[in-house]
Every structure is written in C-alpha cells, then in structure tokens.
C-alpha cells in the first residue's frame, strides 16, 4: 500500500471523529453562530454543494493526499506530524479561506462580536484532533502494510 492510500485511509478515520465532534459540538450549542459546514456554503455563495460535501472530500481526499506529500519535511512520530500539518491548514483557512466566507480573517466578522475567539479556539481544536487521528491511523497503515 502506497503512502497516499494509507493517508486517505487514515483521513477518513481521522474525518469521522471531527465529524462525530461537529456533530457534539452542534447539539451542546458550543459556538452555535458557527456551524463549519455551512462555512463552506457560504464560501461557494450557494447550496448546490453542501458543505458537508466539501469537508469530506477535504478531509478524505484532499488533505490526507497533501500531507503524504509533505510528510518528509516534518519531523517526529506521524501523530505529531499530523498535528503540525494539522495546525498549517488551520493557519490557511484564518488567513485564507474564512475571508472568502464572509467570517473576515481571523473570523473578526461574525454575528456575535465575542464569538470569533471562541470559534478559533473551536477550529483549532478540531484540526489538532483531525492532525492527530490523520498521523495516529497513518502510523497504524504503516504497522499493518509494511510496502
């Protein structure tokens, strides 16, 4: 099993805990101003793609297939990896992405003028526990296919 197969494996695992934890997160009322999937409607400007969409095909495909790309240059156990990585994709959807979904960078435009740290504090946490489960299930591929 190759690098990006084992990567896309543990990102599904890795996707199914955050959104286990969304999910927590929504009926707890934890930040209820920020519902992350429809960040994602709101950054396509409509609902033909549900955002749930787009984070599993996010968390599926596209950022286990980047961190098999970059692992090399990180250094450490896999689950340490994964939350360095884990940190840098959440560092480019502050700076990034949440502009382009009406949040303002750092999330400094919400409904709630409170609300931003508190959603920063909630998305930061949901990408080091995504980072950790990613190198976790990626160190887990590695034990049971060694090639």
């Known amino acids: 099993m190759n690098k990006y197969i084992k990567s896309i494996c543990a990102g599904v695992v890795a996707s199914a805990i955050v959104a286990g934890l969304v999910f927590l997160k929504q009926h707890f009322g934890v930040v209820p101003e920020f519902a992350m999937p429809h960040a994602a409607d709101a950054l396509m400007g409509?609902?033909?793609?549900?955002?749930?969409?787009?984070?599993?095909?996010?968390?599926?495909?596209?950022?286990?297939?980047?961190?098999?790309?970059?692992?090399?240059?990180?250094?450490?156990?896999y689950w340490l990896r994964g939350i360095v990585y884990s940190i840098l994709v959440w560092v480019f959807m502050i700076v990034v992405v949440m502009p382009f979904?009406?949040?303002?960078?750092?999330?400094?435009?919400?409904?709630?003028?409170?609300?931003?740290?508190?959603?920063?504090?909630?998305?930061?946490?949901?990408?080091?526990?995504?980072?950790?489960?990613?190198?976790?299930?990626?160190?887990?591929?590695?034990?049971?296919c060694h090639k």
């Open 46 to 77: 409509n609902k033909d793609i549900p955002g749930w969409l787009v984070h599993l095909i996010l968390g599926v495909v596209v950022w286990p297939i980047i961190f098999a790309l970059v692992l090399s240059f990180f250094n450490g156990p």
């Open 101 to 144: 979904a009406g949040h303002g960078m750092f999330m400094d435009k919400t409904i709630n003028a409170g609300a931003g740290a508190h959603m920063m504090q909630v998305t930061l946490l949901m990408h080091v526990v995504y980072g950790f489960f990613l190198g976790l299930m990626f160190t887990i591929c590695n034990k049971c």
